[in-house]
């Protein structure tokens, strides 16, 4: 009974658009999803930093490199920024960095695929970071507190990413050929992977419901996709590049553009794991957190000896 009168407190203090904080009564449901939904957002960020990364030491000019260099940095603090987030509903880090070590955790479907171009970096900040900054733009007004503010940060970063990616985008399309050649390129690989960032269709989302009941999302995966999808066509119209789906056209009455249809079976084949570059994303992580260990023994070590030395003073 006691359960039951705090759940419909809980659900009437998320009506009135109060936000949850972590010393708030919750039902186990929300404090499961918010872990599962905030760990695998963490994940993305730090596995999401590889695909660009790969193309630090080969940028074409200084200008290019910094840039890249600074939105990669951005990545690993929203990882660690979202990391602190989960913690805050009573998980341990280490645990969650060791589920996705050992490929029990998710991450974004979109950073299993290669980049093969510098064209990459351009598409991947325009779209890619388009679409973080569409789903995350929503979950800046989440119903819990930590996550909520999280977001409103981490999407202020994510415009810098996307412009800077639009500008590389802008550049190569009015390039010589061969760059309007290899933007075009990047565009057609990388379109439908992101229009999957969003997830499966509403009718398939297992978790949508408990999450928009409890405001942790206020829009469907397929209301956040078509919008994605009107913002971004434009862009495309813009620098005279094309989208690769031939059933694309824009619908005057609702004023979207409608899109073909997904192909799950490849959505699917990659969050299951066995999408193009699943392995070597997880591999990399792996020699990365190893390489890393004398960081962690030395921070460790610096806190323990800072610890003994507040016991002494005190
Ligand atoms: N990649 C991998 N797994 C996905 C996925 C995707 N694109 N879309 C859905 N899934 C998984 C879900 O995790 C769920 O599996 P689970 O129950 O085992 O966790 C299953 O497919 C069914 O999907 P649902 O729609 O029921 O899941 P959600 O309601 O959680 O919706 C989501 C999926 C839209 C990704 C939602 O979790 C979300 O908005 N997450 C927060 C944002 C996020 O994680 N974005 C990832 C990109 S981060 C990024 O882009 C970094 C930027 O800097 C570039």
Redesign the pocket.
């Known amino acids: 009974m006691e359960d039951a009168a705090k759940l419909q407190e809980f659900e009437a203090r998320i009506e009135a658009g109060e936000k949850i904080e972590p010393k708030d009564w919750m039902p186990e449901k929300y404090r499961k999803?918010l872990i599962?939904?905030?760990s695998?957002?963490a994940h993305?960020?730090i596995v999401?930093m590889l695909p660009e990364g790969n193309w630090i030491t080969r940028a074409p000019s200084l200008k290019r490199k910094l840039t890249l260099l600074a939105k990669v940095q951005?990545?690993a603090g929203?990882g660690l920024y979202l990391y602190c987030a989960a913690e805050t509903l009573g998980v341990d880090r280490q645990e969650l960095v060791e589920q996705l070590l050992e490929g029990k955790a998710?991450?974004?479907?979109?950073f299993n695929y290669p980049t093969l171009t510098w064209a990459d970096m351009g598409v991947?900040g325009w779209l890619?970071?388009g679409?973080?900054i569409v789903?995350?733009t929503?979950?800046a007004k989440a119903s819990y507190g930590p996550y909520a503010r999280a977001m409103i940060r981490?999407c202020k970063e994510?415009n810098f990413?996307k412009r800077q990616g639009y500008e590389i985008v802008a550049t190569m399309a009015n390039g010589t050929p061969e760059q309007k050649r290899m933007i075009q390129d990047a565009v057609n690989r990388w379109w439908w992977p992101s229009l999957?960032?969003?997830?499966?269709h509403d009718s398939?989302?297992?978790?949508?419901g408990d999450?928009m009941k409890w405001k942790v999302?206020t829009r469907s995966?397929d209301d956040?996709r078509q919008r994605f999808v009107n913002l971004t066509v434009p862009q495309a119209i813009a620098v005279g590049l094309t989208i690769p789906d031939p059933a694309l056209k824009y619908n005057e009455e609702t004023g979207n553009w409608e899109f073909g249809e997904i192909d799950w079976e490849e959505?699917w084949a990659?969050?299951s794991g066995n999408g193009p570059y699943n392995r070597e994303r997880l591999e990399a992580r792996r020699q990365a957190h190893a390489e890393g260990e004398w960081v962690r023994k030395a921070a460790e070590a610096y806190a323990e000896k800072q610890r003994l030395r507040e016991n002494k003073v005190a």
């Open positions: 999803q599962r939904m905030i695998q957002h993305s960020e999401g951005d990545e929203h998710k991450y974004s479907s979109i991947i890619v970071d679409a973080a789903n995350q929503m979950l981490i994510e990413h999957m960032m969003f997830g499966p398939d989302s297992p978790n949508s999450l999302k995966n956040l959505f990659v969050v």
